[in-house]
């Protein structure tokens, strides 16, 4: 009789290799997730809104920089762009602009040597130390900045004078621009009252000698952010007048689809 071969543990052998197999196969797959993205593509899993978007802002911002003059060059005479006049800093959410109770305070009255030297303060190219505005009861500290994340954005319960595009030193003959939130953190800012003020109110600039000039609001109004960005009284070229221009948001116009308000209220002063 012949010998015939064995094939009882023909199965648990087939067995065995099908699933050496399939662990092979599933720690190839797993370095390959783990790597994923060492290539520049991202691992799985893994949201490229966020690298895209900011890829996209610091595009924009150069951009803007390179062709409206984003330094304090005097020579330059652009206006600003939509990516670095906004004004606005962080969303806030859709939050409504808050109400908030003003108390005024006394009206500044100067002689003409008090005006004589808050002028010759604005032109010394020191700085300004504050702002005032008596009627609504506002009074913040002033600080000196140029664009952040490329736009006119000071921090949270920070006011700013804009060094950039040839906007002077509050008080100094041509036109400053000033800078704050209306709210932040679901809370009223330092600009809240700014809507509250009306033509012919004081706006008080204070300087580090302190020395001050009163300034003679003639013009205090919602202006479509897009708009602002060609506003002559804001951006345009001004070697007459000592101006002062305020600047905030405004919910008027209502919100953008990324939180951000559609509108700024801007206030325009000259010296009295």
């Not at 939130?181 to 809507?195: K, R, Y």
């Not at 109004?221 to 007459?240: F, R």
Request: proline content about 4%; hydrophobic content about 35%; aromatic content about 4%.
């Amino acid at each position: 009789m012949s010998e015939q071969p064995d094939t009882s543990r023909r199965p648990g052998v087939l067995v065995a290799i099908l699933v050496a197999l399939a662990l092979v196969a599933a720690a190839v797959i797993a370095v390959a997730l783990l790597r994923g993205g060492e290539d520049g593509s991202p691992a799985a899993g893994t949201s490229t809104s966020s690298s895209a978007s900011s890829s996209a802002s610091t595009s924009s911002t150069s951009s803007s920089k390179a062709s409206s003059g984003t330094d304090d060059d005097s020579s330059s005479t652009s206006s600003p762009r939509s990516s670095s006049t906004s004004t606005e800093g962080s969303p806030d959410g859709e939050t409504k602009d808050p109400e908030v109770e003003v108390t005024p305070s006394s009206e500044l009255s100067l002689s003409a040597e008090q005006v004589a030297a808050g002028k010759a303060a604005a032109d010394s190219g020191s700085g300004a130390s504050s702002v005032s505005i008596p009627a609504i009861g506002l009074e913040h500290d002033l600080e000196a900045q140029g664009l952040r994340d490329g736009k006119v954005n000071p921090k949270a319960h920070q006011v700013i004078w804009f060094t950039g595009y040839d906007r002077v030193v509050p008080g100094a003959t041509g036109t400053s621009v000033i800078a704050g939130h209306v709210t932040s953190g679901g809370g009223p800012d330092a600009f809240a009252a700014l809507e509250d003020v009306e033509l012919g109110d004081g706006i008080v600039i204070t300087y580090p000698g302190g020395e001050q000039l009163r300034f003679e609001i003639s013009r205090a109004e919602i202006v479509d952010k897009t708009d602002l960005q060609h506003d002559a009284d804001v951006w345009g070229q001004n070697s007459q007048a000592r101006r002062v221009v305020l600047v905030t948001c405004d919910d008027e116009l209502g919100f953008r689809e990324d939180g951000h308000r559609k509108a700024n209220f801007v206030v325009v002063a000259e010296q009295a």
